[in-house]
């Protein structure tokens, strides 16, 4: 653990860059995200998610709930910071005590085309970073293999997406790619391609889920893209007792997930 002189000053060099991770233009500049919260932190240290540097409060110290693993990190930065500083690289209504610098982490769709009776959740266009962030969580708690974020889908690493995961983040293949060539290539493989409609005749629980299948989800208030449309294998719809015309994107997610994993013995 290396740890260099405090930085209490808002116009600090390091602090306007960690400011700019608040933002895709800088993520993307950078190719580093912002992890907040003592449980996130722990997590992306436990699974090795390439933690860089940790700022945490010099007022505070570091949390006793990481300070093992952050002494174990012999390469690991940690910088003790103002609070102000913590409040600046922040989009938390209540700043945290601690905040690590994570490198992202590039995994291939390949790996996900490799795995017989894969279960992957697809994303078209979901914009909100709840919903994302809970379709990764439900595809971690089911075993899922993975999740795939097509073109217009949410920034995976908005810090708001990031706390969504809580943690499911650094233990889920999750990865960007073009979807019409990916499905091109996913049902030449035996993939199913599903998706759920309000006119589907078939409900998520007389459906196959046992085979390779992957669940499409698509925007918010549009639904999947025409062109993604067109690529579907498999229509479902979600059964519904009461009055409720729909569910949101995560929880139709969530449901199908779970039939996935109880048709499949778990």
């Given at each position: 653990m290396r740890r260099p002189e405090p930085i209490a000053s808002l116009h600090n060099p390091r602090v306007k860059l960690w400011a700019q991770?608040?933002?895709?233009?800088?993520?993307?500049?950078?190719?580093t995200y912002l992890v907040e919260g003592i449980h996130l932190v722990q997590e992306a240290?436990?699974?090795?998610a390439g933690v860089e540097t940790l700022l945490y409060s010099e007022q505070r110290g570091i949390p006793s709930e990481i300070e093992t693993l952050v002494s174990s990190e012999a390469e690991l930065e940690c910088v003790p910071v103002s609070?102000?500083?913590?409040?600046?690289?922040?989009?938390?209504?209540?700043?945290q005590p601690v905040i690590a610098i994570v490198r992202k982490t590039a995994h291939s769709a390949e790996r996900l085309l490799d795995i017989?009776?894969?279960?992957v959740v697809v994303t078209d266009g979901v914009q909100d970073p709840g919903n994302l962030g809970t379709i990764i969580r439900s595809a971690d708690a089911v075993g899922a293999s993975g999740v795939v974020l097509?073109?217009?889908?949410v920034d995976l690493y908005n810090p708001k997406t990031v706390r969504s995961t809580m943690g499911s983040l650094f233990h889920m293949t999750v990865v960007?790619?073009?979807?019409?060539p990916l499905?091109?290539?996913?049902?030449?493989?035996?993939?199913?391609?599903v998706n759920t409609s309000l006119q589907a005749q078939q409900t998520c629980y007389d459906a196959d889920f046992t085979?390779?299948?992957?669940?499409?989800?698509?925007?918010?208030?549009?639904?999947?893209?025409?062109?993604?449309?067109?690529?579907?294998d498999e229509h479902v719809i979600i059964p519904m007792k009461g009055q409720a015309e729909s569910l949101n994107v995560a929880m139709a997610a969530t449901v199908l997930l779970f039939e996935a994993m109880r048709q499949r013995g778990v």
């Open positions: 991770l608040l933002d895709k233009k800088g993520r993307d500049k950078h190719g240290l436990i699974w090795k609070e102000q500083v913590l409040a600046k690289c922040s989009d938390a209504q209540t700043p017989s009776d894969s279960l097509g073109k217009g889908t960007e790619a073009e979807l019409l499905f091109a290539e996913a049902r030449s493989r035996g993939v199913r391609l085979g390779p299948t992957w669940f499409v989800l698509g925007n918010e208030g549009k639904g999947v893209s025409p062109e993604v449309a067109a690529q579907i």
